[in-house]
């Protein structure tokens, strides 16, 4: 059974640093990984998607990669904000239906 | 386009009560999801539907059932509700068959006393 684990659970930067989060899985037979974001009291926003052939995913201020062979996947935040202050979900896709979700890393960025 | 809806935001149910949580999408997707959240255990899925007319258990179904109404709409029931059942349930679709990207709902939150 696929588990997916997020460390750490929160972290709190100041504005403009730059931050990783990290995804890490058990079963590296993998077809993609999401990451999403969640606001306080709303649902997931997807970010970025990166297929198992992949290496990473870009978007804007924000890189995602993919080690398939360790189990391990990153979310790399450029010059943080405090707009970016939510909680963060990686998930796994193992069978092309169905996903797997660690359980969040909380991010507060302070002004 | 409005994407994923969800119906009722909140409710509040007591022990031994029933209730139909409603999730529809507008995007012409083929599977939709149902996952419950809990405090610090990330998004479980209880129930899918890979296409019309097809359902299919997922981590954790006991104490639920699902409908496929009809391409758009995918509902689910709590029978008997009980305190364990206290969550916030989000639906989701996809319609792309290569990246499988989830495209989810704003949520319900759901309180059994």
């Known amino acids: 059974k696929q588990e997916v684990t997020q460390i750490p659970a929160a972290l709190s930067v100041p504005e403009g640093e730059n931050l990783v989060l990290n995804c890490s899985f058990t079963d590296s037979a993998i077809y993609n990984l999401q990451w999403f974001r969640q606001d306080p009291g709303k649902g997931l926003t997807s970010l970025l998607l990166?297929?198992?052939?992949?290496r990473e995913q870009t978007s804007g201020r924000l890189n995602a990669s993919l080690d398939k062979s360790s189990g391990r996947s990153t979310l790399y935040i450029a010059a943080s904000q405090p707009g970016d202050s939510a909680t963060y979900l990686c998930?796994?896709?193992?069978?092309?239906?169905?996903?797997?979700f660690g359980g969040g890393t909380r991010l507060m960025v302070k002004p | 386009n409005a994407g994923v809806t969800q119906t009722p935001k909140f409710q509040v149910l007591k022990t031994g009560q029933s209730m139909t949580l409603q999730c529809a999408q507008d995007?012409?997707?083929?599977?939709m999801y149902w996952y419950r959240q809990d405090p610090g255990m990330g998004l479980r899925l209880i129930y899918y539907?890979?296409?019309?007319?097809?359902?299919d258990k997922g981590e954790v179904p006991n104490g639920y059932n699902v409908s496929r109404l009809n391409k758009r709409e995918f509902s689910l029931r709590l029978e008997s509700a009980a305190p364990s059942q206290t969550s916030v349930y989000f639906c989701?679709?996809?319609?792309?068959?290569?990246?499988?990207?989830?495209?989810f709902g704003p949520g319900t939150r759901l309180t059994v006393t």
């Open positions: 995007m012409n997707h083929n599977s």
């Open positions: 539907s890979a296409s019309e007319g097809t359902t």
């Open positions: 998930a796994v896709n193992n069978a092309g239906n169905m996903l797997t």
């Open positions: 990166i297929q198992s052939s992949q």
């Open positions: 989701a679709s996809t319609g792309d068959l290569v990246s499988y990207e989830q495209y």
